[in-house]
């Protein structure tokens, strides 16, 4: 959270960009990384980061400050819009493309980040749980973030936030096992 | 792999390109600012209006829970605890059925409301290979 982020935003609402533009600095980061990981596509992750930044801004005064912290707000908009993401994709690509589609765009992402093989793999693994495990895993371990938080990002109690957590690293470590197994 | 939760922390090393960044900002804070000083004040006011209907609502709320609890002291309180127990009885025969058929999820189910959160993390740790 920025220093003074509750003024900073009341002055965004005002319609002060340079405020906006602390807001856009502090949490971009974050959230292109939520966005990279569930699309595996650095394009369309800048794509999709640059459109949530900018719904953001366009309905900054929506933004109620005692409902729940900013962070959650964008993560919403950033979820909603990875899931209006695939529904697009959906409709536009074939089921027989998809799979090798799929292939070249991880390929592509695992060229740029030149990381170890053992990221590729667990990325690769998140991409295969359902959207909410993807999500906990994302927002709970790679973000840090708190059960309270994603609950409020998730809409979901904190008690069913600490199940999915465990179901969601009891499925990835089983994916990571199979696939070492291969 | 043994650290899993030392994998999914090297995946905080994602970061966006600055080009991108410095495009999007200017893009962005270039854009029409489609609020005014009048929009805000009017979604102020529609978020106070929210609020102020929330907090009736709860009030009333709770002036109708207190009704119902005095006005149910002074009623036959026998026969409600009788439909009590009968209700509640039915309910742990629906329970138990319930247990019974998702026998493989409760041990996940009773990690988390039986255990406290320490034990709970000690748990996940495990699955994550600290």
Known sequence: MLDDEKKIILRAQKGEAECFGQLYDHYVTQIYRFVLIKVSHRQEAEDLTHEVFLKAWQNINNFNQRGFPFSSWLYRIARNRVIDYYRTKKEATSIDEVGEHKFKLAATFDQELDQQSNLDLVKTAITQLNDEQQNIIILRFIEDLSTTEIAQITNKSEGAVRLMQYRAIRNLKNILNNEESI | ?130
């Not at chain 2, 978020?47 to 907090?55: A, D, I, K």
């Not at chain 2, 019974?100 to 988390?112: C, F, G, I, M």
């Not at chain 2, 409301?113 to 699955?127: G, H, I, R, S, W």
């Open chain 2, 1 to 130: 792999m043994k650290n899993l939760f030392k994998n999914l922390e090297d995946l905080r090393g994602i970061n966006p390109d600055p080009d991108f960044l410095h495009r999007s900002k200017t893009e962005i804070l270039a854009t029409y600012q489609t609020h005014s000083s009048t929009s805000f004040r009017i979604s102020q006011f529609k978020n106070r209006l929210v609020e102020g209907l929330s907090f009736a609502a709860a009030l009333g709320l709770t002036s109708l829970l207190l009704y119902l609890t005095i006005s149910g002291l002074s009623g036959s309180s026998s026969t409600v605890i009788t439909q009590q127990d009968k209700t509640q009885f039915d309910i742990q025969l629906r329970d138990a059925k319930y247990y019974k058929e998702v026998a493989p999820n409760v041990y996940v189910v009773v990690l988390n409301e039986n255990m406290e959160e320490e034990e709970f993390q000690e748990e996940l740790n495990k699955l994550l290979g600290k």
